[in-house]
């Protein structure tokens, strides 16, 4: 029976390396922003084989129909005989190979959308990630390979984290061929290719590469140093850094819209003046946060982002973790590595906290549960998302922030949320390379700090009742004051749009809600008079708590009189810190190195 197990494990893997998968991909016209992808499959048995493409970008929980941008598919034999392509899905396709050793497929892909989790291509460079053009066959996910990346004649570099076959470098302009273990590796790259700035530093015992595609008002040295002290500071959080070389893409662009992590790579698009100084520390939290991501998401994960379902939504609950806890220590590696003051810091995570209790649907959606509905939810925002929802990353954070007081306190200053954090990474990814669950979570947590955390998270995790922050804080020396501000306000936002007073925001329970204004209600007139941008607030600055007025409204192009409003009353929460050192305190905002 052993001989019989071995032998066949012997045939499976010798069918599994007899297979090969080689990706080509091409732009010989920029200007048309199509890249040309050539997919070739050598000795698969089955007589059909169906192509599978990614729906969505891992770090990125949003179905984004990357397939949408694919035109015909076509495929041909190693005689270039064409092969019948079906669609049977919105992301994959099936040929009939028949007999074919080899099986050719050919498309191209639209690529127009410059953000960390797209593709684009235009006449100054490429970028894109594997999930946006490449695919794989269906049953063959594990399965690795080589894409060979053509640049266009214009365009000199090629930036990616896979390793280079061979040289790397063919005759024909440049090309290079890169290795990929399994399709999960080569969805989790981001290949920039142009005439991007190219520089390198080593920190934590590992040489990284930046790629800076855009003019901005950036330092070369100036980035090479504080990179490097972030990443230093990054990797004490977890005691070690698993990678031997790590790459930097950044897109300096108008608007930037923030970075997606990768296992040894990631992409920052921000904003090209975003290296002034009253703006820097910006770009170094974000350098921050997406580096953490290295050990906090990539590595230490949650089991539903373990094996990736490309086709699919991914759900978990742990977002809270995973990006919460990650803008935490953004903050905390910009503190240790000299870049935020004890001030800067704390009046960082008092905004945080003011911001997250000052969100009303903070009081309606448990963290747990924007986590789960990130896909539904906070990726799709709309005029009533500030009333019923609440964001993973800054709740989180704040929880984390909690935490991390828990056990400095627990262990009077000798341990804190690093060392829990560095527990779970060795029990749940270097040990056994798992994910864990938010149960799995919390019972470590609750060892660790010896006692039962069911009553927190019932509360504060898949509830919504509001954390005692001053009691947590108070033993670190940071005494919180709550105020509950009163304001007089009917409970709408407004914008002007061309001379026009539009409602942008209605607040739940608010006295314009009770009268039945709607967002994207145009303001005519109050009590007679013509209102513009200017004297609508003084209007409502005259009014006395509990008056009725009047409001002539456009809903469409419909006219309305609004007559069952008056003024109502607004209650926010506001907290203020004040700090009084103590060893306690003074572990917790420690610098990096004192």
């Known amino acids: 029976m052993k001989f019989l197990g071995l032998l066949l494990t012997l045939c499976i893997s010798i069918s599994i390396y007899g297979q090969q998968i080689f990706h080509e991909i091409s732009m010989p016209n920029p200007e048309t922003h199509y890249f040309h992808i050539q997919t070739t499959l050598n000795n698969f ?50 040929i009939e190979k028949g007999n074919a050793k080899k099986v050719i497929v050919k498309y191209e892909s639209y690529a127009f959308n410059l953000g960390v989790r797209t593709a684009f291509l235009d006449k100054t460079h490429g970028f894109f990630n594997g999930t946006n053009v490449f695919t ?10 080589q894409v060979k990346v053509i640049p266009h004649a214009d365009f000199a570099t090629i930036s990616a984290p896979l390793k280079i076959a061979g040289d790397g470098v063919s005759t024909d302009s440049g090309a290079k061929t890169f290795l990929f273990s399994d399709f999960d590796e080569l969805a989790d790259s981001p290949f920039e290719v142009g005439n991007q700035v190219v520089f390198h530093f080593d920190a934590a015992g590992v040489k990284h590469t ?22 230093e500071a990054a990797t004490t959080i977890f005691g070690q850094n698993p990678n031997k070389e790590y790459l930097f893409i950044v897109h300096n662009t108008d608007d930037g819209d923030g970075g997606l992590e990768h296992m040894n790579s990631t992409t920052l698009n921000v904003s090209k003046w975003i290296y002034s100084k009253e703006k820097y520390r910006g770009f170094l939290s974000l350098v921050a946060h997406e580096y953490f991501h290295v050990w906090n998401v990539k590595r230490l ?14 759900y978990t609950d ?10 935490y220590y953004s903050e905390i590696i910009l503190l240790r590595a000299g870049y935020h003051t004890q001030e800067s810091y704390l009046t960082k995570l008092q905004g945080t906290l003011n911001y997250v209790e000052g969100t009303p649907g903070n009081k309606v959606q448990p963290v747990s549960h924007s986590s789960y509905d990130a896909w539904i939810k906070s990726y799709r925002p709309n005029e009533n998302s500030r009333n019923t ?8 954070g704040l929880i984390g922030a909690v935490l991390d007081a828990m056990i400095i306190e627990k262990y009077n200053g000798k341990k804190d949320l690093s060392d829990f954090m560095q527990l779970l990474y060795q029990k ?14 919390k019972e470590e947590l609750s060892k660790f700090l010896g006692k039962n955390m069911d009553d927190f998270f019932i509360k504060y995790i898949d509830g919504v009742e509001t954390i005692p922050y001053e009691d947590f804080m108070r033993p670190l020396g940071l005494f919180i004051e709550r105020i509950d501000e009163v304001n007089q306000s009917i409970g709408i936002g407004y914008s002007i749009r061309s001379g026009r007073v539009v409602i942008t925001s209605v607040l739940a329970g608010s006295e314009a809600e009770k009268a039945g204004l709607s967002v994207d209600d145009e303001i ?43 003024m109502g009353t607004t209650t926010r929460s506001r907290y203020h810190f004040t700090y009084e050192g103590n060893k306690l305190g003074a572990f917790w905002l420690r610098e990096m190195g004192k």
């Open 428 to 441: 749940y990814y270097a040990t056994k390379n798992v994910g864990f669950t938010q149960t799995q979570f």
């Open 210 to 231: 930046v790629a800076m595609y855009g003019e901005g008002n950036y330092d070369i040295e100036i980035l090479k140093k504080d990179m490097a002290r972030v990443v």
């Open 136 to 145: 794989f066959p269906e049953g063959y996910k594990h399965l690795g390979g």
């Open 524 to 566: 005519i007139a109050f009590n007679g008079y013509r209102v513009n941008d200017s004297n609508l607030s003084g209007f409502l600055a005259d009014l006395s708590v509990g008056q009725p007025f009047k409001l002539w409204i456009a809903r469409g192009e419909r006219m309305m009189e609004i007559t069952n409003i008056k």
């Open 318 to 327: 742990l977002l809270w973790v995973m990006e919460g806890f990650t803008s």
């Open 389 to 396: 929802e609440v964001s993973y990353y800054s709740k989180g």
């Open 45 to 94: 048995k089955e007589k059909k084989i169906t192509l599978v493409m990614p729906v969505w970008s891992p770090g990125s929980y949003l179905i984004r129909e990357y397939p949408k941008n694919v035109n015909l598919v076509r495929a041909f034999d190693e005689n270039n005989h064409s092969l019948n392509v079906k669609k049977v899905s919105k992301n994959k396709w099936e």
């Open 301 to 314: 994960r949650p089991c539903a982002l373990v094996d990736i379902d490309y086709s699919n939504e991914n």
